[in-house]
């Protein structure tokens, strides 16, 4: 056995250096980095991570670039394609513009998991899929084990696989989310180790806990799909993205004086043009782009080198990208050198291996802005009314270009005790003039797949393909009612109602043919809660006390202290024992407190 | 031993089980209710206030509003002072402008601003204006939660509120830094105490009527609202607490005492609550905060900003600047600033301590299961009362009781007597008659024009004296239309009536204490008006004394008696009601219409009734 492995070993290798040989193709990874100041002082940071595995080494569970962990998980549930996502914040879209990715690469709030599982029928692919969000659970340290039934919906209309799928499988789309879920360290510390440069080198070295989950908005998304080649080689991909805003004078603090006191008066930014400016007056003057930062002070790091698995050839040589005007000077550290793109605005830096790069943006008054395109939807759901009985859903669609409709697809999950009215579905539409007029739910809903819910099982599905006109804005309202819990049903811990989770809308582009993706923000329920605390504590200490206390006085009360022959007397059903039985009575009488206590 | 033969006497005698025990038991309720609201301030009965809600922990942090903020207050003061004093521009131009400064100086801090119109018609008065409001997106928040701050530009006393507004916008510029915030924070900016707050509070929940505009822009679920008041232009000396809502709604305890916590114990600035600005901790002066307390929960109408919020369960209070002393802005600011971090630190809504209390002074307040009894007990006087004038008119024959002429005979008699068929159709009738007749001037008070209101309260008071004697006219000699009633028709008529004033007070006890326990002392001559019996000229002589004195206790009569007590003019009270009708959803003249009204017409037809 031994002498047969050891002399199998050359062959191994010689096999692996040949395989590696045809695949290098399709076994790569690459990273990038693109920063994109945004007005307010905001600061888009977008690390992009990406590499193949052949479909072969896949399946062979040989994993070079895919970590193992994660592609054992997906052999074992039969998973073709997963997206997961980590997203905390709002994406500010009146300040910021279009979404990153146009908004495929971000979750709603908290823990947002779709995937296509290959299973013959809807029960093994659901026991397939809680195989599966077991396992993430545990390697994202995310409690992804609550997605159970009334949390998982099977979407129609607003997933479509990004993957080449073979028309073999037979593929079930899953969806769930946890819009509760706290996204933190203890999730980003697993996704960094997925990378091959395990945060150590590349890019990857930028991302520090304490700087990405300060951020105004940040979203991490895992993506595994199987692409392939028009000629039919196909790989396995994996894409993880880490997105996120900071604030760039939040970020500029250190980490020892974390504190935004008040900076001294003679730091002051005031408007010295009011008359009334004085050593103890100040008008402060707005925020400003032309802010100086650098890599360093953002991120509270230096980027250490290129990760030396990234592929260097070729055209994805530029791991760091940077969004200002080109007029605006940028100094970078020694040996790396600086592409200036054609379009104005974009700059690439290519960096020298095992060197820490900084980039420094010094102050500057810039006449030129990076254009932001107008976001196509603006979308917003609140909860209206009040009371702990009944509530409505308001949302709003409005559509900011003057030309062109926009048709999307709208997908909301609603939790089991949560219950919609669907016939009160109403739209309201309200030009530009501010002139509002009510229509048929059926004139904007030109489609609608609705899956209702069944207590404790499974929640409402509601999808809706809707169309809103040129320059106007639609609010969809529907009523709901709010159903009563089982005391066992509430969270054993504190809470402030129960998070609904965001919807998700599905703009269908027929310019670009890849679709938008915008979620709204998660809703809190507020259930009627009875009171835990007070009548709880009142019931079982009085209860118990009055069990204690009644249970002893009634058993003295009503036993009789008897001899033995005295007891069989008192049992006995014939005539002469109950004779007996009144005998023993009156002698207890007699007898009083000696035997018997009142 | 002796307990069973006091029952058994009074078995036997029926005059005394159904005449005198009644009007004793009714009395010692009232006198007891009374004394237990009078011994209330004790501090045998009274407990000290404590925080309930652990994650609250008031003053646990440092506020860091000082040093160069006050520079950028000035500064902003100085902005808005220009525009409010340029003369050049008429009153809706100086409006406009100062909206737009606002907005500019929300805008350049980076919160996301957004303004509402709103319109109310009330009592023939418009009251118009436009809300301006912004948002602290919390940094890693979902919109789920948020706290409001709000700046009305006149405060709850009309005076200008300068200070108040420029404070809320340094706060906004000087919160929008800090990273920690769990929840949004909304500063409101209205233009006055009384409407914009509602106006505001109403879109919210999209509760609002046509004339109030939608709200444009919106957070999540709002977990507390903390009104600024600085009207003043020196430094002031202590704060005053405001905590009363739209028909006596409390906020929760935990957040009026956060902020005398703060106030006194973090910032060392002095907290005062209803105006009582030397509080010696003595009895009489508990009891007089008490009083105070009780009168504003009972009229029930909105005391400031923060009292519109009450209706949508989010606790509120106003923080008032009173007096001449050594704090300045930024104390108030500090003092805010601690308390949006204690309310940031709530994991639930708050629902622990207590929304139904009394405060007797700034650490001191009596819970409603020690209060209650006093309200409780003064609404079961009229209950007692009606249960044992229905036992009357069943087994009580009205004669007087027959001397007993051997024991036999006596109970004989009680026996063929003792039952006598009740005649329900008219007593039911007339009663609910007077309770829907509640609706008219309920009707007239809430929709006619102000300058019609003194005329009205005096066509009141006029009525008051004819309706009852001209009812009872119409009962006592029936008119030809019907019989004149019989005695028990006259007790059906009074239990009918003081039953359902008991019911709806001892309901009313748990909903607004001070209410139920204000008309219920009120009403306590009620349960002794009966038809006088006796010789003529007496019975006349004591009727029209009674009439006389009762309409003394006439809504209207009181009315304008505690306005010619406080100075104040009819039309002001009834204009501030039917707006608190329109505006605020104030339910306090419901009750005097439709329950004390007509509780209290009932008992003038039973003593008018003396007189035919």
């Given at each position: 056995?031994?002498?047969?492995?050891?002399?199998?070993?050359p062959?191994?290798?010689?096999?692996?250096?040949?395989?590696?040989?045809?695949?290098?193709?399709?076994?790569?990874?690459?990273e990038?980095?693109?920063?994109?100041?945004?007005?307010?002082?905001?600061?888009?940071?977008?690390?992009?991570?990406?590499s193949?595995?052949?479909?072969?080494?896949?399946?062979?569970?040989?994993?070079?670039?895919?970590?193992?962990?994660?592609?054992?998980?997906?052999?074992?549930?039969?998973?073709?394609?997963?997206?997961?996502?980590?997203?905390?914040?709002?994406?500010?879209?009146?300040?910021?513009?279009?979404?990153?990715?146009?908004?495929?690469?971000?979750?709603?709030?908290?823990?947002e998991?779709?995937?296509?599982?290959?299973a013959?029928?809807?029960?093994?692919?659901?026991?397939?899929?809680?195989?599966?969000?077991?396992?993430?659970?545990g390697?994202?340290?995310?409690?992804?084990n609550f997605?159970?039934?009334?949390?998982?919906?099977?979407?129609v209309?607003s997933?479509?696989?990004?993957?080449?799928?073979?028309?073999?499988?037979?593929?079930?789309?899953?969806?769930?989310?946890?819009?509760?879920?706290?996204?933190?360290?203890?999730?980003?510390t697993?996704f960094?180790?997925?990378l091959?440069?395990?945060?150590?080198?590349?890019?990857?070295?930028?991302?520090?806990?304490?700087?990405?989950f300060?951020?105004?908005?940040?979203?991490?998304?895992?993506?595994?799909?199987?692409?392939?080649?028009?000629?039919?080689?196909?790989?396995?991909?994996?894409?993880?993205?880490?997105?996120?805003v900071?604030?760039?004078?939040?970020?500029?603090?250190?980490?020892?004086?974390?504190?935004?006191?008040?900076?001294?008066?003679?730091?002051l930014?005031?408007?010295?043009?009011?008359?009334y400016?004085?050593?103890?007056?100040?008008?402060?003057?707005?925020?400003?782009?032309?802010?100086?930062?650098?890599?360093?002070?953002?991120?509270?790091r230096?980027?250490?080198?290129?990760?030396?698995?990234?592929?260097?050839?070729?055209?994805?040589?530029?791991?760091?990208?940077?969004?200002?005007?080109?007029?605006?000077?940028?100094?970078?550290?020694?040996?790396?050198?600086?592409?200036?793109?054609?379009?104005?605005?974009?700059?690439?830096?290519?960096?020298?291996?095992?060197?820490?790069?900084d980039?420094?943006?010094?102050?500057?008054?810039?006449?030129?802005?990076?254009?932001?395109?107008e976001?196509?939807?603006?979308?917003?759901?609140?909860?209206?009314?009040?009371?702990?009985?009944?509530?409505?859903?308001?949302?709003?669609?409005?559509?900011?270009?003057?030309?062109?409709?926009?048709?999307?697809?709208?997908?909301?999950?609603?939790?089991?005790?949560?219950?919609?009215?669907?016939?009160?579905?109403?739209?309201t539409?309200?030009?530009?003039?501010?002139?509002?007029?009510?229509?048929?739910?059926?004139?904007?809903?030109?489609?609608?797949?609705?899956?209702?819910?069944?207590?404790r099982?499974?929640?409402?599905?509601?999808?809706?393909?809707?169309?809103?006109?040129?320059?106007?804005?639609?609010?969809?309202?529907?009523?709901?009612?709010?159903?009563?819990?089982?005391?066992?049903?509430?969270?054993?811990?504190?809470?402030?109602?129960?998070?609904?989770?965001?919807?998700v809308?599905?703009?269908?582009?027929?310019?670009?043919?890849?679709?938008?993706?915008?979620?709204?923000?998660?809703?809190?329920?507020?259930?009627?809660?009875?009171?835990?605390?007070?009548?709880?504590?009142?019931?079982?200490?009085?209860?118990?006390?009055?069990?204690?206390a009644f249970?002893?006085?009634?058993?003295?009360?009503?036993?009789?202290?008897?001899?033995?022959?005295?007891?069989?007397?008192?049992?006995?059903t014939?005539?002469?024992?109950?004779?007996?039985?009144?005998?023993?009575?009156?002698?207890?009488?007699?007898?009083?407190?000696?035997?018997?206590?009142? | 031993?002796?307990?069973?033969?006091a029952?058994?006497?009074?078995?036997?005698?029926?005059?005394?089980?159904?005449?005198?025990?009644?009007?004793?038991?009714?009395l010692?309720?009232?006198?007891?209710?009374?004394?237990?609201?009078?011994?209330?301030?004790?501090?045998?009965?009274?407990?000290r206030?404590?925080?309930?809600?652990?994650?609250?922990?008031?003053?646990?942090?440092?506020?860091?509003?000082?040093?160069?903020?006050?520079?950028?207050f000035?500064?902003?003061?100085?902005?808005?002072?220009?525009?409010?004093?340029?003369?050049?521009?008429?009153?809706?131009?100086v409006?406009?402008?100062?909206?737009?400064?606002?907005?500019?100086?929300?805008?350049?801090?980076?919160?996301?601003?957004?303004?509402?119109?709103?319109?109310?018609?009330?009592?023939?008065?418009?009251?118009?204006?436009?809300?301006?409001?912004?948002?602290?997106?919390?940094?890693?928040?979902?919109?789920?939660?948020?706290?409001?701050?709000?700046?009305?530009?006149?405060?709850?006393d009309?005076?200008?509120?300068?200070?108040?507004?420029?404070?809320a916008?340094?706060?906004?510029r000087?919160f929008?830094?800090?990273?920690?915030?769990?929840?949004?924070i909304?500063?409101?900016?209205?233009?006055?105490?009384?409407?914009?707050?509602?106006?505001?509070?109403?879109?919210?929940?999209?509760?609002?009527?046509?004339?109030?505009?939608?709200?444009?822009?919106?957070?999540?679920?709002?977990?507390?609202?903390?009104?600024?008041?600085?009207?003043?232009?020196?430094?002031?000396?202590?704060?005053?607490?405001?905590?009363?809502?739209?028909?006596?709604?409390?906020?929760?305890?935990?957040?009026?005492?956060?902020a005398v916590?703060?106030?006194?114990?973090?910032?060392?600035?002095?907290?005062?609550?209803?105006?009582?600005?030397?509080?010696?901790?003595?009895?009489?002066?508990?009891?007089?905060?008490?009083?105070?307390?009780?009168t504003?929960?009972?009229?029930?109408?909105?005391?400031?900003?923060?009292?519109s919020?009450?209706?949508?369960?989010i606790?509120?209070?106003?923080?008032?600047?009173?007096?001449?002393?050594?704090?300045?802005?930024?104390?108030?600011?500090?003092?805010?600033?601690?308390?949006?971090?204690?309310?940031?630190?709530?994991?639930?809504?708050?629902?622990?301590?207590?929304?139904?209390?009394?405060?007797?002074?700034?650490?001191?307040?009596?819970?409603?299961?020690?209060?209650?009894?006093?309200?409780?007990?003064?609404?079961?006087?009229?209950?007692?009362?009606?249960?044992?004038?229905?036992?009357?008119?069943?087994?009580?024959?009205?004669?007087?009781p027959?001397?007993?002429?051997?024991?036999?005979?006596?109970?004989?008699?009680?026996?063929?007597?003792?039952?006598?068929?009740?005649?329900?159709?008219?007593?039911?009738?007339?009663?609910?008659?007077?309770?829907?007749?509640?609706?008219?001037?309920?009707?007239?008070?809430?929709?006619?024009?102000?300058?019609?209101?003194?005329?009205?309260?005096?066509?009141?008071l006029?009525?008051?004296?004819?309706?009852?004697?001209?009812?009872?006219?119409?009962?006592?000699?029936?008119l030809?239309?019907?019989?004149?009633?019989?005695p028990?028709?006259?007790?059906?008529?009074?239990?009918?009536?003081?039953?359902?004033?008991?019911?709806?007070?001892?309901?009313?006890?748990?909903?607004?204490?001070?209410?139920?326990?204000?008309?219920?002392?009120?009403?306590?001559?009620?349960?002794?008006?009966?038809?006088?019996?006796?010789?003529?000229?007496?019975?006349?002589?004591?009727?029209?004394?009674?009439?006389?004195?009762?309409n003394?206790?006439?809504?209207?009569?009181?009315?304008?008696?505690?306005?010619?007590?406080?100075?104040?003019?009819?039309?002001?009270?009834?204009?501030?009601?039917?707006?608190g009708?329109?505006?605020?959803?104030?339910?306090?003249?419901?009750?005097?219409?439709?329950?004390?009204?007509?509780?209290?017409?009932?008992g003038?037809?039973?003593?008018?009734?003396?007189?035919?």
């Amino acid at each position: 056995m031994t002498v047969l492995s050891l002399l199998s070993l050359p062959l191994v290798a010689l096999l692996l250096s040949f395989c590696s040989s045809t695949v290098v193709a399709s076994s790569d990874y690459h990273e990038n980095l693109l920063l994109h100041p945004l007005p307010q002082s905001a600061l888009l940071a977008s690390f992009n991570f990406r590499s193949n595995t052949s479909q072969e080494s896949f399946d062979q569970q040989h994993f070079r670039y895919l970590p193992r962990a994660l592609g054992q998980i997906l052999q074992h549930a039969q998973t073709k394609e997963l997206h997961l996502r980590f997203t905390t914040g709002r994406w500010d879209a009146e300040s910021w513009g279009p979404r990153p990715w146009n908004g495929s690469k971000e979750g709603g709030t908290g823990v947002e998991l779709w995937a296509w599982i290959d299973a013959p029928n809807d029960d093994e692919a659901f026991a397939k899929w809680i195989t599966l969000t077991q396992s993430l659970s545990g390697l994202f340290c995310a409690s992804l084990n609550f997605v159970d039934s009334t949390r998982t919906t099977r979407p129609v209309v607003s997933f479509e696989p990004f993957g080449d799928h073979s028309e073999v499988d037979q593929l079930h789309l899953l969806h769930g989310t946890l819009p509760g879920e706290v996204v933190c360290t203890e999730n980003l510390t697993p996704f960094l180790k997925l990378l091959p440069c395990k945060g150590k080198a590349g890019i990857s070295s930028l991302l520090d806990g304490h700087k990405l989950f300060d951020a105004a908005w940040q979203s991490m998304s895992v993506d595994i799909q199987p692409v392939c080649s028009p000629e039919g080689d196909c790989v396995v991909q994996i894409e993880q993205t880490v997105d996120m805003v900071l604030d760039i004078d939040r970020s500029k603090r250190s980490r020892s004086n974390p504190i935004p006191r008040p900076v001294p008066n003679d730091e002051l930014v005031c408007d010295t043009s009011k008359p009334y400016h004085s050593g103890d007056t100040c008008y402060p003057l707005g925020k400003t782009n032309d802010k100086a930062w650098s890599l360093g002070q953002v991120f509270g790091r230096n980027l250490d080198g290129i990760c030396p698995l990234a592929d260097t050839e070729g055209s994805h040589e530029e791991s760091v990208c940077l969004q200002v005007p080109h007029e605006r000077g940028v100094y970078i550290s020694q040996g790396a050198q600086e592409i200036k793109k054609d379009d104005g605005f974009t700059r690439c830096f290519k960096l020298a291996p095992s060197t820490p790069f900084d980039l420094s943006i010094p102050q500057q008054t810039v006449n030129v802005e990076v254009p932001l395109d107008e976001p196509v939807l603006h979308a917003e759901r609140t909860i209206v009314g009040n009371g702990q009985e009944r509530g409505g859903m308001r949302i709003i669609f409005s559509n900011p270009s003057n030309a062109s409709a926009v048709d999307f697809i709208y997908f909301e999950t609603l939790p089991w005790f949560l219950r919609p009215y669907i016939h009160t579905l109403r739209a309201t539409i309200t030009g530009r003039d501010g002139v509002s007029r009510e229509l048929p739910a059926s004139k904007i809903v030109k489609e609608t797949y609705y899956r209702p819910a069944i207590d404790r099982e499974r929640g409402t599905q509601l999808e809706l393909s809707l169309s809103v006109p040129a320059a106007s804005t639609v609010t969809l309202t529907y009523d709901f009612e709010k159903a009563i819990l089982r005391y066992t049903e509430y969270p054993p811990d504190a809470n402030r109602g129960f998070n609904v989770a965001p919807a998700v809308i599905r703009i269908v582009d027929n310019v670009h043919h890849a679709p938008i993706y915008i979620r709204s923000t998660s809703l809190l329920l507020q259930l009627p809660v009875p009171d835990f605390s007070m009548p709880y504590n009142v019931i079982i200490l009085t209860s118990t006390v009055i069990a204690l206390a009644f249970g002893t006085i009634f058993n003295i009360l009503i036993r009789r202290v008897v001899s033995l022959d005295q007891a069989s007397a008192l049992g006995a059903t014939t005539l002469k024992g109950r004779i007996v039985s009144k005998v023993v009575a009156i002698q207890d009488r007699f007898r009083g407190k000696a035997t018997k206590v009142e | 031993m002796a307990l069973k033969s006091a029952i058994r006497n009074l078995r036997s005698n029926p005059h005394l089980l159904f005449v005198r025990l009644p009007k004793l038991l009714s009395l010692l309720c009232i006198v007891v209710g009374v004394a237990w609201l009078l011994l209330l301030p004790l501090n045998e009965y009274s407990r000290r206030t404590y925080i309930s809600e652990n994650a609250l922990l008031p003053g646990q942090v440092h506020a860091y509003f000082t040093g160069s903020e006050q520079n950028i207050f000035r500064g902003y003061k100085k902005e808005l002072q220009a525009i409010l004093n340029d003369e050049t521009k008429d009153k809706s131009e100086v409006t406009a402008g100062v909206s737009d400064k606002v907005q500019s100086i929300f805008e350049e801090a980076g919160l996301k601003f957004a303004r509402q119109n709103y319109e109310y018609n009330s009592a023939g008065n418009t009251h118009e204006g436009e809300n301006s409001y912004a948002i602290i997106h919390a940094p890693r928040g979902d919109a789920t939660e948020a706290i409001v701050l709000v700046a009305p530009w006149l405060t709850a006393d009309d005076k200008l509120n300068l200070n108040g507004v420029t404070l809320a916008l340094t706060l906004a510029r000087y919160f929008k830094r800090w990273s920690l915030w769990s929840k949004d924070i909304i500063f409101l900016i209205t233009p006055d105490s009384k409407t914009g707050t509602q106006a505001w509070i109403d879109a919210y929940h999209d509760m609002h009527p046509a004339s109030v505009q939608p709200l444009p822009l919106k957070s999540g679920a709002l977990q507390g609202a903390l009104v600024i008041e600085y009207p003043l232009e020196h430094r002031f000396q202590t704060l005053h607490i405001v905590y009363d809502g739209v028909n006596g709604q409390l906020p929760n305890l935990d957040l009026f005492n956060t902020a005398v916590s703060i106030a006194g114990g973090q910032m060392g600035i002095g907290a005062n609550l209803q105006e009582m600005w030397n509080h010696d901790d003595s009895y009489e002066h508990r009891l007089q905060t008490m009083v105070r307390g009780m009168t504003k929960q009972g009229l029930g109408y909105a005391t400031g900003a923060h009292s519109s919020f009450m209706p949508y369960h989010i606790d509120a209070i106003t923080l008032q600047t009173k007096g001449e002393g050594w704090e300045d802005e930024m104390a108030l600011g500090r003092t805010i600033e601690s308390l949006c971090r204690s309310l940031n630190n709530l994991l639930e809504h708050l629902h622990q301590s207590f929304f139904f209390y009394l405060l007797m002074q700034s650490n001191r307040f009596v819970s409603i299961g020690t209060y209650l009894p006093s309200a409780m007990l003064l609404a079961g006087n009229f209950t007692i009362m009606a249960i044992a004038l229905w036992m009357r008119t069943g087994y009580y024959p009205e004669s007087k009781p027959v001397q007993s002429k051997g024991e036999k005979a006596s109970a004989e008699k009680a026996k063929t007597s003792n039952i006598a068929e009740r005649k329900l159709a008219l007593p039911l009738s007339l009663v609910v008659g007077l309770h829907l007749l509640g609706l008219v001037p309920l009707w007239v008070f809430n929709n006619i024009s102000h300058q019609y209101f003194t005329t009205i309260t005096y066509v009141v008071l006029g009525v008051d004296i004819i309706l009852p004697l001209s009812l009872a006219a119409i009962l006592s000699n029936g008119l030809g239309l019907s019989k004149p009633l019989i005695p028990q028709q006259y007790h059906l008529i009074k239990s009918f009536s003081l039953l359902l004033l008991g019911l709806s007070l001892s309901t009313l006890a748990t909903l607004n204490f001070s209410l139920s326990f204000i008309i219920g002392l009120l009403c306590t001559p009620l349960s002794f008006m009966a038809r006088l019996q006796g010789p003529a000229p007496a019975r006349l002589a004591t009727s029209g004394l009674g009439l006389i004195l009762l309409n003394l206790l006439s809504p209207p009569t009181v009315l304008l008696g505690v306005c010619w007590y406080t100075n104040v003019s009819v039309e002001t009270v009834l204009t501030e009601a039917a707006f608190g009708w329109d505006v605020w959803g104030m339910w306090t003249q419901v009750v005097v219409w439709c329950v004390w009204w007509p509780a209290w017409l009932i008992g003038g037809v039973l003593l008018g009734s003396s007189i035919f």
